[in-house]
């Protein structure tokens, strides 16, 4: 088993910058993917960014050039740098862990509120 738990939501005002951290415990060592997910209230959830094993990212295009995700494979952590941020990308951020064996964990959600 895998528990994820995330940190760093919060407000900010457009144009400003958060940080979401997330940390891994249990069984890491199965871990192949992680990521961040977001969704708002009657949407579904989308995947914003993910990075594998070996360190190759994918973002939604959305984001690209305004975020950054990396990991520590040792220490079973992922975070999500966002720069630039626009009311647009106000929602829940989840963290995602994706098992060798294909199984999805999910942490429990950090909101973050892009507001004037």
């Known amino acids: 088993q895998v528990q994820l738990v995330e940190s760093g939501g919060g407000l900010v005002q457009p144009g400003e910058s958060l940080r979401l951290s997330c940390a891994a415990s249990?069984?890491?060592?199965?871990?192949?993917?992680m990521g961040w997910y977001r969704q708002n209230p009657g949407k579904q959830r989308e995947q914003v960014a993910t990075i594998a094993i070996g360190g190759s990212t994918n973002y939604v295009d959305s984001v690209k050039g305004r975020f950054t995700i990396s990991r520590d494979n040792a220490k079973g952590t992922v975070t999500l740098q966002m720069n630039s941020l626009k009311p647009e990308d106000t929602a829940v951020y989840y963290c995602?862990?994706?098992?060798?064996?294909?199984?999805?964990?999910w942490g429990q959600g950090t909101q973050v509120t892009v507001s004037a």
């Open positions: 249990g069984s890491i060592s199965v871990i192949y993917v």
């Open positions: 995602h862990a994706e098992s060798y064996m294909h199984r999805y964990y």
